[in-house]
């Protein structure tokens, strides 16, 4: 099979489409002819060398993937061969074929396109995991995510307001009217206005808060909570070492979780297939019912994948980046 390889640790011009051995389902697994994936911010991290891979996982990027089932592995029950899924993975995705484990499969949502469905896994599975699962956003909560522009973002904006949570986030000038369109009920120009001002202004706080940025916000989200607020960092964009204020913290009966999805169990305690059986039950009946759809950029050949990790980081990229596979 071909896969995108990184040549050395270094900028997009280091990704090369390459024939790589070809997968093998094990136990539990199936073999996945992959239609298309996405590119996630973990992807731009590895390809410069700073993210490496779970023990055991596939040096190939990609977190996610659609296509079709080509194999089963031995066990492998629920599934049948010619079905249309998307999965999440902890590498592999930006080739031809890929094993994964069959606990991490979803069924394509009805109606939906391939390449449209692999944007939906990984964010899907990480803002399920860590909004609902981890941060128990109920009706009524005050939610901010940062980032509202991204593919996190994008999808945590419609999976707060279609659970009932009243939404805030922040994100650049240009990308604010999107995010009203999405959901949010308050836009925040991160650059021109404080977002601690605005939240409290609006709603006296936030319930739960959804970062990437790490340390550089830590003493200003702490700030932003409400009583009994919680905060969850799950990125580090912004450094990784803060000072916490935990006067402030106990004076809120506040929360600080810091959670990542990549390197989980594939199945027990806290594994991927809980996150996944989870989002199935509770999240895909939204898509179906049209509350929260897929918000993808642009779709690109995977032969461009270089391309793909630099509109990522271009400043008016809204949602996910798509790479096809033509077969």
């Not at 522009?149 to 000038?173: D, N, W, Y």
Request: charged share 20%; net charge negative; hydrophobic share 45%.
């Amino acid at each position: 099979m071909h896969a995108i390889v990184v040549t050395e640790p270094g900028g997009p011009d280091v990704l090369r489409w390459d024939e790589q051995p070809d997968p093998v389902a094990g136990p539990g697994e199936v073999l996945l002819d992959v239609a298309a994936t996405a590119v996630n911010r973990a992807d731009l991290l590895q390809r410069r060398g700073l993210y490496p891979p779970p023990r055991g996982a596939s040096n190939i990027l990609g977190l996610e993937c659609s296509g079709v089932i080509a194999e089963l592995g031995e066990g492998v029950t629920d599934w049948n061969i010619g079905d249309r899924v998307c999965a999440l993975l902890s590498g592999g995705g930006y080739a031809e074929q890929v094993a994964v484990p069959a606990s991490q499969l979803l069924p394509v949502p009805e109606g939906m396109d391939l390449a449209v469905a692999a944007s939906l896994p990984e964010v899907a599975c990480t803002v399920w995991s860590n909004v609902v699962m981890a941060a128990g956003l109920d009706r009524g909560d005050v939610f901010l995510v940062h980032g509202g522009g991204g593919g996190i973002g994008t999808h945590a904006i419609q999976v707060a307001k279609a659970l009932g949570a009243k939404v805030a986030t922040t994100a650049s000038a240009g990308k604010l009217d999107r995010c009203r369109e999405l959901g949010a009920d308050l836009a925040i120009d991160y650059r021109t206005q404080d977002f601690v001002e605005e939240v409290r202004a609006t709603f006296g706080g936030a319930d739960v808060v959804l970062d990437n940025m790490g340390a550089k916000y830590l003493p200003r989200n702490i700030d932003v909570l409400a009583p009994d607020g919680r905060l969850v960092v799950i990125g580090m964009q912004g450094g990784s070492k803060g000072e916490l204020n935990l006067g402030q913290l106990l004076a809120k009966r506040g929360h600080v979780l810091a959670t990542g999805l990549r390197g989980r169990p594939d199945s027990g305690k806290s594994g991927k297939a809980e996150i996944v059986a989870s989002v199935r039950e509770n999240l895909w009946p939204l898509i179906a019912e049209g509350k929260v759809h897929a918000v993808v950029h642009a779709e690109l050949p995977i032969t461009e994948a270089a391309a793909a990790h630099e509109m990522l980081d271009a400043p008016d990229t809204v949602g996910k980046v798509v790479l096809t596979i033509n077969r």
